[in-house]
Each structure stands twice: as C-alpha cells, then as structure tokens.
C-alpha cells in the first residue's frame, strides 16, 4: 500500500519506520526543513514511563501551586482548561490509576520490544543512558506515590526502595541537606537523545527508500473510500510574493496516519473529527556541565514536579517547568513573566538536587508544546474514515511509547491482530471520550 506518514517527530518517523517494515510504500510529509522539530526536539530523555512517570495519577497536581507541582496553572477564565485539569485529577484514585497504566503497560511492553529490535538491527548511538532515580522532599509526597510504587512491584519492575542516606550513596550529587524523604531507584530504567535518535532512524528509512517531503505544510486531507490525498501548501518563491493564487498539490495514498503533534486536531478537523486533547508547554534547560565531580551518574527526577535531570555527555539537560493554559494562549507566545515563572522552576530543581553539577547562567532555553488527553493515554487508533489513522498525544512521559504506538498502527494498516490486547486498543481509540 501507498501511506502517507503526516509528522516527522519521532511518532512520524517511528511511524514510517514500521510501516517500511510491513511491505508498505511510505512518504513522509513535514513542514519544518528537517525531522525531529517540534516537541521532540526538547524532549527530556526518559526513554519508556514507568507508574511513576506518567503525567496523571496520584502525584500529579495535588495542588495549584506551581512551587509545590511543577505546574504553571493559568487557566484564568476558560472553563474548557479547568474542566481538563479536573478531568486529570481524577486519577488521584489509586484504583483508577492502577486501571487506567494497567491498560497503557501492553503499549510500553511492545515499545520496549520495538527499541530493542532497532538497536539489535542498527548500531545506533543516541546517547543512552541507564538508571534513573526518583526522589521525593517529605514523606507525604512519597506515600502519595505509594500505589505507583505498588504498580511496580506488580508489573515486576526492577527497582529499589532507597532511604534519604542511601539515595545520597547511589547518587553522591544529591546534597545532603535539605533532608529528602527517600527515592525509587529503577536500575534499568533508561534515558537517551529522542532528536538525535528520530534523525538517525531518518537515514535508516532514507536507505530503505522511504520518500520524504521536507518544508511541506499538509493543509487539509481527502479521504474518499477508493483513495486519499493530502493537500500540501503552495512554494512560494521570491517572485511569487504578489501572486494571489497557486494550485494546490494534492499527494495521494491508499492510508494516511496523522502524526503531526500540535497540528494534528486541525488536519482531523478539515474531516469532520475532533478530539479534545489539550495543549500542555514544556521547558527545557541545556547546560554544559560545571563541574565534572558534582555531575549525576543517573537520571534524577522529581516525581511530584515531573522534572527531569538528565546528563548528556557533557550536558545536562532538565525538562518540566509545564504551564498549562487556555488552547487560544497556548498557540501564542508566553509572556516574559510566565516564562521566567516556569523556567525559574527548572533552575529551583538544578539547584535542589543537583547543586554546581550545571552552568545554569549558559544553559540554552527551549520550549514547545505537546497534547495531552484528559485522561492521560495517547490517541493510537484507526478514525471512522478507514483510510485514515491516528499516532499522537504521547505527553511528555517518554518518547520511546511512540515506537510502539507506531507498530500497533502499521498493523492496523496492514489488516493484522496489533500486538496489545484489546483492552489496551479501546483505551487508545480517539472516539473514547
């Protein structure tokens, strides 16, 4: 079959990846110049979510204060924004929670899997790290975590309960004073460079013959029962500039899969379809290591503020500092006020748990924005227009969940049984709200 892949982020691009692999003719249509724009590039490097990854359950927004979550919340008078912070906060529930991972764990075992099988094929070099150490300041926070700790243990995953004295022995950058509660330690948990991984796998798909349309703004898609096509935005040159018109490009394929982050409600749009999934801006800090003897050896993470601290060769890169606003201001610029409040929050955890490890005053800036779903789980599903799929809204909780979600596509496409059960491709249908 033809398909046209919409989105070269890593859930395009992994897309592609195993749709090549099923037989399949595949082209990849992206409107930046390159792959791995967007919210990939500032990915913060948490490879797979555990329980206690996921941006919904227990932990998450206890409260509405940013110093104490993590989270910037400007609903200010959209009721649409705080009816899909209440929507998430319903999975305080401990058993709603175990329910609602229970049936996200098929999709992270399968990308598990899928990585696996890339790195055992290609000898791709993406900056992998192993180990990754969650931290907790008092111990209310650490019982709230409690039935993700306990989702661990039943799903077997590797990890350690470790007290304030031992957290600082695993991880000698992690100051004594202010006293922490205790940690999770999970010691094969991995981290990596989600960009430089999605450009790599780029070139595989380029030698295997995967077309690629760079620069290309997809404006619309047609979906008939014969065909499809995507309509593409005119080139203009410089002596276009005082044209009034130009004909549209269409592109056709017998499937096309919407993996196009941020733009894909706007291409479901122009069918007739709508999902509410809501615009959640993440930070990033990169930072060119300080001092080599105070840089961590593991990935610390803040569980309660989902802020992340990971080393990348000679940098560190720490990734939370969310601000969580109305639809229409999320699609703008952030004010320098907003701005500093969520960036401040970033340079508030380097300097908690990782203290001289980064130049903070050198760190480049980065944000962009990802979709989150109201109840947590990405958007992993064929449409009622059986020519057309859907791969997004992944959230911030791991890149590599893309890759599975990209084989369960690919085998929907090619008319086969996805390798998750069917409890876990309800959960992921786009009509589920």
Known sequence: MDVIVIGGGIGGIATAYQLRAAGHRVCVVERHATVAQGATYGHGGAVLPSPLDVWFGPTFMQTRRAAKTGVVFKPGFDSETRDFAKKLTEFHDPHRFATQYGALRPLVDVSHDVIAEIEAEFPLDFEQRTGVLHVFRNERD???????????????????????????????????????????????????????????????LEDDGVQFRLGREVTAIRAESQRAAVELAPLYSAQDKGSKSREVELIGADAIVVAAGTG?????????????????????????????????????????????????????????????????????????????????????????????????????????????SPDGLPVVSATSNGRVFINTGHGPAGWGIACGAAKVIAALISHEEPDVPERTLRALRFDRF
């Not at 031992?166 to 990596?192: N, W």
């Not at 993470?301 to 999320?330: C, E, F, H, P, Y």
């Open 264 to 372: 894909t409600p706007a291409l479901l749009a122009t069918l007739g379809m709508s999902l509410p999934l809501h615009p959640l801006r993440l930070h990033t800090l990169t930072a060119p290591i300080a001092y080599e003897e105070r840089a961590p050896h593991l990935t610390i993470v803040d569980s309660v503020k989902r802020i992340a601290m990971t080393r990348i060769n000679q940098r560190m890169r720490v990734t939370g500092g969310a601000v969580l606003q109305s639809i229409a201001k999320a699609s703008k610029p952030m004010s320098e006020s907003l701005t500093h409040r969520a960036l401040a929050l970033l340079g508030q955890a380097t300097h908690d748990w990782i203290p001289g490890a980064a130049k903070v005053s050198a760190a480049r800036a980065w944000d962009g924005v990802r979709l989150v």
């Open 142 to 204: 650490l019982e709230l975590a409690d039935s993700a700790i306990k989702l661990l243990q039943s799903f077997e995953t590797p990890h350690r309960m470790l007290s304030a004295e031992e957290c600082v022995a695993a991880e000698p950058s992690i100051p004594e004073d202010p006293p922490l509660a205790g940690g999770v330690l999970l010691p094969d948990a991995r981290t990596a460079n989600c960009p430089l991984f999605t450009k790599l796998l780029k070139q595989v």
